[in-house]
């Protein structure tokens, strides 16, 4: 099967652009930061625009705060920097082994460092998912009794359809770990 000029320019333009995501904190706040102010612009219709820009920094600035810290303490179990850490992700992802042993090393460093931390949140993953139904509960049984169900049953139907989309995700990731475990022990 071969791709037309345009398609194959779109399949380039997407994948681009989800490496550029992938390696670029700037990316990331900056998707971020559009999607907190739309948000916040559709809940929050009657507020000044300024006060939806003021939201979305906030949101912005505590997701980066957050996403920088876990970039910098995985990249520094690895021994590598945020480039390199996102390019060994990225051949887990594609099941790509790499040949040389430094980047082995680094991939067996990088495997097991998220094995250990799905293994800790393994225990806590049941108590969230349990916590996220509960409030899904709560809202559907609030929207009952003040008479507005539309609201609560979407937020419901989201929180069930995050909880699988955790859950798959989850197994998916655990999948691929212990394949790149299991392919550079055989090397």
């Not at 000029?5 to 490496?19: G, H, I, N």
Request: aromatic fraction near 8%; charge should be positive.
């Amino acid at each position: 099967m071969t791709l037309s000029r345009p398609r194959f320019e779109e399949v380039c333009a997407v994948l681009s652009l989800k490496r550029l995501l992938d390696r670029s904190l700037t990316a990331q706040a900056v998707l971020v930061f559009l999607l907190g102010l739309g948000i916040t612009a559709l809940f929050r219709r009657d507020e000044h625009p300024a006060v939806w820009v003021l939201h979305s920094a906030l949101y912005t600035g505590i997701a980066m705060a957050f996403l920088a810290v876990q970039r910098r303490r995985a990249a520094r179990a690895v021994g590598t920097d945020a480039g390199g850490l996102a390019d060994l992700n990225r051949r887990i992802r594609h099941h790509e082994v790499p040949q040389e042993p430094k980047e082995q090393a680094a991939v067996r460093r990088l495997v097991t460092e998220q094995l250990e931390q799905m293994e800790r949140a393994r225990k806590w993953l049941p108590w969230w998912l349990g916590a996220m139904g509960i409030v899904a509960i709560g809202l559907v049984v609030l929207g009952a009794v003040s008479g507005s169900l539309v609201f609560p049953l979407v937020f419901a139907a989201g929180m069930v359809a995050l909880c699988f989309w955790v859950r798959w995700m989850r197994r998916r990731s655990l999948e691929r770990l212990h394949w790149m475990r299991q392919a550079l022990q055989q090397r």
